[in-house]
Nanobody, 126 residues
Framework: QVQLAESGGGLVQQGGSLRLSCAASGRILFYDSMGWYRQAPGKQRELVASISAASNTVNLADSVKGRFAISWGNAKNTVTLQMNSLKPEDTAVYYC???????????????????WGQGTQVTVSA
């Protein structure tokens, strides 16, 4: 099995910063990309940022461009999301995501379309 463990959420004032980290564990072979989605109350889950494994191509939502940055962490299979100039509208549960991930489960190779983390709450106060 593969698990994505998020950390770094919390409460911050408007204009502040937070750094989210996600570590993927398991017998991972490869994946297309890792990234972050968020879901605010009453809204659909939306992509915030992603980074491709092969080319390090970054995809950022328009609403966070210039404020958020995604990068690979120092440890293998980790990704971080640096969030600056936070706004109340950034308040949401942030989910780590791995896209098209292949891994070993026992002696079998599993090709999963995606894997999600449990989510971490980010709250920005006005």
């Amino acid at each position: 099995q593969v698990q994505l463990a998020e950390s770094g959420g919390g409460l911050v004032q408007q204009g502040g910063s937070l750094r989210l980290s996600c570590a993927a564990s398991g017998r991972i072979l490869f994946y297309d990309s890792m990234g972050w989605y968020r879901q605010a109350p009453g809204k659909q889950r939306e992509l915030v940022a992603s980074i491709s494994a092969a080319s390090n191509t970054v995809n950022l939502a328009d609403s966070v461009k210039g404020r958020f940055a995604i990068s690979w962490g120092n440890a293998k299979n980790t990704v971080t999301l640096q969030m600056n100039s936070l706004k109340p509208e950034d308040t949401a549960v942030y989910y780590c995501h791995a896209d098209r991930i292949n891994y070993y489960s026992g002696d079998s190779m599993v090709a999963a379309r995606e894997v999600w983390g449990q989510g971490t709450q980010v709250t920005v106060s006005a």
